[in-house]
């Protein structure tokens, strides 16, 4: 959506601009016919976001029947595998160059950039392919959508990455273990809550993936170019 706003400059000066605004929604979300809770949310990919919302609590839809409206998404669930948190595999690797690449692509998207206002996660591959990427308003909707999406389209998480552009605290990096993802990484800073969480589950967490360098925090042989 777009609103006639008035721009005014240090200088003084003042002009009347088109400014793009995020369309944001406060969504009735009920599980069973039980109203679970209400979600703040740039309200595209529902599905995707409430299976991942699921998932990310520990409870992964099989089999299920959606339906939505403007103001409310209802879910029911009628087959579900409970997931527990578990050390992970180590079977992805990457390279830093494709890694940072693919942040490039990640944030190469034309409502980050022009309203500042929408946070940005995908999934690629250990080649640099972008095989998911949502954007919400809120980075934990963003990255629920990855991972509902994942779950929906029953794929696997092998040989795959996790981006995002947001802070990465436990919770995120728990959504990962849950899900099977080795390799978690964004622009912004990882919390020492998500390094503690990762190290123990054997999680690759990676932050400051910016201007061609990244920090990698835990379980850094993932990557390749690594000297241990």
């Known amino acids: 959506m777009f609103r006639k706003t008035y721009r005014v400059r240090y200088d003084g000066q003042c002009e009347i601009v088109d400014d793009q605004l995020i369309d944001d929604k406060l969504i009735d979300l009920y599980v069973n016919n039980k109203l679970a809770e209400q979600i703040h949310c740039y309200p595209e990919n529902m599905e995707e976001l409430v299976i991942g919302k699921l998932v990310s609590q520990g409870t992964k839809p099989i089999n299920w029947s959606f339906h939505s409206n403007t103001n409310e998404v ?34 190469n998207n034309p409502l980050h950039q022009h309203t500042g206002a929408v946070h940005l996660a995908g999934i690629y591959t250990v080649g640099g392919e972008c095989v998911a990427k949502f954007e919400d308003i809120g980075r934990h909707n963003a990255v629920d959508k990855v991972i509902g999406w994942l779950a929906k389209n029953k794929v696997d998480p ?71």
């Open 74 to 107: 209802r879910i029911e669930i009628l087959e579900s595998q409970r997931l527990n948190p578990a050390r992970l595999s180590e079977k992805t690797y990457l390279s830093a160059p494709v890694l940072i690449d693919s942040m490039r692509d990640l944030l």
């Open 158 to 228: 092998f040989n795959k990455v996790l981006l995002c552009s947001g802070r990465l605290p436990m919770d995120m990096a728990l959504k990962c273990v849950l899900s099977g993802i080795e390799i978690l990484a964004s622009k912004a800073p990882v919390l020492g809550s998500a390094i503690e969480f990762s190290e123990r589950f054997n999680l690759t967490i990676i932050g400051f993936v910016r201007e061609n360098r990244m920090n990698i925090y835990t379980h850094p042989q993932r990557i390749k170019e690594v000297c241990l």
